[in-house]
């Protein structure tokens, strides 16, 4: 089983909203990834959490803050977003750190910032 | 710079063809390789990995791996118009875990 999950599926908020988005994989991985993906691009990658442990930050504007409860779950915050942050929103798990870094991607969120 | 390269096409294939995708990249110390296929406005799904020199073959896919010559090409036997699809070539030079992306090849599968 190679599923992550990420709810929610849609989400339209406005430049002065809160919201966050969750990411969920029951597979054990101890790697999990933010991306965010404008149209006709490739991934570009965002924050990396190794064993619940913030590893990689790719100078993500403060505006987009992740959190790591536990080694299933990944959050991502949102506050005060742009128009052109706008994008679907990809989270992704991968086995042990230090093996192949096969990574599997969630179905996305599709964020509309208005 | 680390660059992962892919004609962007589109590869148009007919049907029951097969399509050659292909992919080179810069850093000679990279050492995981990756294809991803995705459909618009899905996420990207992990088709096929290779890690060592040659061909790896999962069901109709082969993917073929040439680390002197620095490129890693995925060929699909008896495409199907569900092949339809951009296809992500993806790069791991083994120092994190960061992967670099190639910008994708759109394949069509004309029936």
């Known amino acids: 089983d190679t599923e992550v999950t990420q709810t929610p599926k849609h989400l339209v908020m406005g430049m002065t909203n809160k919201k966050s988005l969750k990411c969920e994989q029951h597979?054990?991985?101890?790697?999990m990834y933010w991306y965010k993906q404008k149209a006709k691009k490739p991934p570009e990658l965002m924050f990396v959490?190794?064993?619940?442990?913030?590893?990689i930050n790719e100078s993500v504007p403060s505006r987009f803050s992740p959190e790591c409860p536990n080694s299933s779950l990944l959050n991502l915050h949102l506050h005060a977003l742009q128009p052109e942050d706008s994008a679907l929103y990809l989270c992704?798990?991968?086995?042990?750190?230090?093996?192949?870094?096969?990574?599997?991607f969630g179905p996305g969120t599709r964020l509309t910032v208005t | 710079q680390k660059e992962v390269e892919q004609n962007s096409g589109p590869l148009s294939v007919p049907e029951g063809a097969i399509a050659s995708l292909n992919c080179t990249y810069s850093?000679?110390?990279?050492?995981?390789f990756f294809w991803y296929r995705q459909y618009s406005g899905k996420s990207p799904e992990l088709i096929m990995s290779i890690y060592s020199n040659g061909d790896k073959e999962d069901g109709r896919f082969t993917a073929q791996l040439n680390k002197a010559s620095q490129y890693v090409s995925l060929l699909i036997r008896d495409s199907q118009p569900s092949d339809s699809a951009t296809y992500l070539c993806?790069?791991?030079?083994?120092?994190?875990?960061?992967?670099?992306w190639g910008a994708g090849t759109k394949l069509i599968i004309k029936p």
């Open positions: 993806a790069v791991n030079i083994g120092s994190n875990y960061q992967l670099i």
């Open positions: 597979m054990g991985h101890r790697a």
């Open positions: 959490y190794s064993y619940e442990k913030l590893s």
């Open positions: 992704a798990s991968s086995p042990v750190p230090g093996t192949a870094y096969e990574q599997y």
């Open positions: 850093d000679r110390g990279s050492q995981s």
